[in-house]
């Protein structure tokens, strides 16, 4: 009898240990875990190649993320890293249907007037200046069907004082009318970049 007792004593803080671990293990596991753009930055260097576009760096936009995170990125091919990472708008989506989650979900369509946002690759075009923001904005355009009225839509790269420099999660950015929005900050460093660039510079919606 004495030894069951001392079997119990001894199995039950190994079992609680073993039990806690299986435990900790589990919620470690279970955090989110940064998505994995390593085949977008493999094809986006093989368009640009194939098309005479920068192959220093790309713009690469995720829609898919929530607007008060970062889903602006700014990737180095040569260094393979991210040089930036910001918030961007997206459209409201809003005039052809109602579109109540419209803050939640981007919503995408090439359609003139839409408000929303258009998925695929763009060229960004000339600078000129914008009524918004630090007053510059580029223009965009579309290479795929499902973008190429970017430039009848007027959706252009620009900055807006309402959009901020850091993320805001759980709030929510501000919609745009279908244009990819930054903050001023973001523009200024943007605007640096697009300006020393001797080739055109890719950026792509997701």
């Known amino acids: 009898k004495m030894n069951v007792i001392i079997m119990r004593r001894f199995l039950f803080p190994l079992c609680f240990i073993f039990c806690f671990g299986c435990h900790q293990g589990?919620?470690?596991?279970?955090?989110?875990?940064?998505?994995?753009?390593?085949?977008?930055?493999t094809q986006a260097l093989a368009?640009?190649?194939?098309?005479?576009?920068n192959?220093?760096?790309?713009?690469?936009?995720?829609?898919?993320?929530?607007?008060?995170?970062?889903?602006?990125?700014v990737y180095d091919f040569k260094?393979?890293?991210?040089?930036y990472e910001k918030l961007v708008t997206h459209g409201s989506c809003?005039?052809?249907?109602?579109?109540?989650?419209?803050?939640e979900v981007a919503k995408y369509s090439n359609q003139a007037n839409s408000h929303c946002s258009a998925k695929g690759k763009y060229k960004i075009g000339k600078r000129d200046y914008s009524s918004w923001g630090i007053k510059?904005?580029?223009?965009l355009q579309g290479l795929e069907t499902s973008n190429n009225n970017a430039q009848?839509?007027?959706?252009?790269?620009?900055s807006w004082e309402a959009?901020?420099?850091?993320?805001i999660y759980p709030r929510y950015s501000p919609l745009s009318w279908g244009c990819p929005a930054v903050s001023n900050a973001f523009m200024q460093l943007l605007d640096t970049m697009l300006q020393e660039s001797k080739k055109p510079v890719l950026l792509w919606i997701l």
């Open 26 to 41: 589990q919620s470690s596991t279970a955090q989110p875990l940064a998505k994995d753009y390593t085949l977008q930055h």
């Open 47 to 53: 368009y640009c190649k194939a098309h005479k576009m």
């Open 55 to 73: 192959e220093d760096f790309y713009f690469l936009i995720d829609l898919s993320l929530h607007s008060g995170k970062n889903r602006f990125f």
């Open 79 to 83: 260094q393979e890293k991210n040089l």
């Open 94 to 103: 809003d005039v052809k249907e109602p579109n109540p989650d419209k803050f």
């Open 136 to 139: 510059v904005k580029y223009w």
């Open 152 to 158: 009848k839509r007027v959706i252009v790269l620009h």
């Open 163 to 167: 959009v901020a420099d850091r993320e």
